[in-house]
């Protein structure tokens, strides 16, 4: 079955910092993939998504690359901000409309 | 532009009880999907919808039941709360089956 990894936090960041968080998914198909993001009391939020092996999704300051070969989807923010604190969960979709999470990261950025 | 909404945002009740969970787009999205969310587990599919009427189960579906008799309404019950029912509920919905999910904010629940 389908499957996402993706690295355990909670992950504690300087503002203007570097941020990767990894994620790694097992799939039978050809998935599409996404990363939410899930502020403080609110549900979560698509953040960038990809459909297709070497696709790059970005937005917001933040990138992704859908690698095949390494199944490996890893989000990634060259310049962090305090309002960048969040949990994020990588996800995927194998082609139909079940979406498959991962566990979530927490992400405290400080001042 | 509502989107979607959820309510109550937090609930206590206690074992035995039954309990609704309300989730309302105003989308006219086809797909409507509940998720749990637990700690160490991301969110977790419950059940979803493809339209009215139509619903079905997904990966952890025992001790709730949903229905759609309208399009922009998918409510959750839990006929007999249990504590280990104690979660945060997501509702989500989507235009189409491959197209991103819209969430909403959430509701609290807590059993005692």
């Known amino acids: 079955g389908n499957s996402v990894t993706q690295m355990e936090g909670p992950v504690t960041l300087s503002e203007e910092a570097f941020l990767t968080i990894n994620c790694t998914y097992t799939?039978?198909?050809?998935?599409?993939l996404f990363w939410y993001v899930q502020y403080p009391g609110e549900g979560l939020q698509l953040l960038l998504k990809?459909?297709?092996?070497?696709d790059k999704g970005s937005n917001k300051g933040f990138e992704a690359t859908y690698r095949k070969e390494t199944t490996s989807f890893h989000l990634e923010k060259g310049s962090v901000q305090v309002s960048d604190s969040a949990v994020y969960f990588c996800?995927?979709?194998?082609?139909?409309?079940?979406?498959?999470f991962g566990a979530g990261t927490t992400v405290t950025v400080r001042a | 532009d509502a989107g979607i909404t959820q309510s109550p945002r937090y609930k206590i009740t206690e074992t035995g009880r039954q309990v609704t969970l309300m989730c309302h787009q105003t989308?006219?999205?086809?797909?409507m999907f509940w998720y749990r969310q637990d700690l160490g587990h991301g969110l977790r599919l419950i059940y979803y919808?493809?339209?009215?009427?139509?619903?079905d189960k997904g990966e952890v579906p025992d001790g709730y039941v949903v229905s759609r008799s309208k399009t922009e309404n998918f409510p959750l019950t839990l006929e007999s709360a249990t504590r280990s029912q104690t979660s945060v509920y997501f509702c989500?919905?989507?235009?189409?089956?491959?197209?991103?999910?819209?969430f909403g904010d959430g509701t609290r629940l807590s059993i005692l």
């Open positions: 990809a459909t297709k092996a070497d």
């Open positions: 919808s493809a339209a009215a009427d139509i619903t």
């Open positions: 799939a039978t198909g050809y998935p599409s």
């Open positions: 996800a995927l979709s194998d082609g139909d409309y079940k979406l498959s």
């Open positions: 989308w006219s999205h086809s797909y």
């Open positions: 989500a919905s989507s235009l189409t089956g491959d197209q991103p999910q819209h």
